[in-house]
């Protein structure tokens, strides 16, 4: 098992920053990669950022591309969520997840094992 845990969440004003962590502990070694992914009031659940546990590549969502940055402390078994330029719509729950699955398809929320309990992130206007 893994136990994922995100912190970071708060309320900020439109073109802030603000960064999310996500801890990771139990049976970190079979971990292959990492994903965030959040959910807005009424909407389904959508990918943001993927990355490789051990060789660190990364994926992003359009939206997000050029203002998030997804990356990961292998000491710390830690991935964050370096969020920048926030918009009101980046309002949301975040989630983050692990997945055992070699080559996955990051923005496939159906590959990832673990979860996290999710952090608020709300962006003003």
């Known amino acids: 098992q893994v136990q994922l845990v995100e912190s970071g969440g708060g309320l900020r004003q439109a073109g802030d920053s603000l960064r999310l962590s996500c801890a990771a502990s139990g049976r970190t070694f079979s971990i292959y990669g990492m994903g965030w992914f959040r959910q807005a009031p009424g909407k389904e659940r959508e990918f943001v950022a993927g990355?490789?546990?051990?060789?660190?590549?990364?994926a992003y969502a359009h939206s997000v591309k050029g203002r998030f940055t997804v990356s990961r402390d292998g000491a710390r078994n830690t991935v964050y969520l370096q969020m920048n330029s926030l918009k009101p719509e980046d309002t949301a729950v975040y989630y983050c997840?692990?997945?055992?699955?070699?080559?996955?398809?990051?923005?496939?929320?159906?590959?990832?094992?673990?979860w996290g309990q999710g952090t608020q992130v709300t962006v003003s206007s």
């Open positions: 990355i490789n546990w051990s060789a660190g590549a990364t």
């Open positions: 997840a692990a997945t055992r699955l070699p080559g996955t398809y990051y923005p496939n929320s159906d590959t990832y094992d673990y």
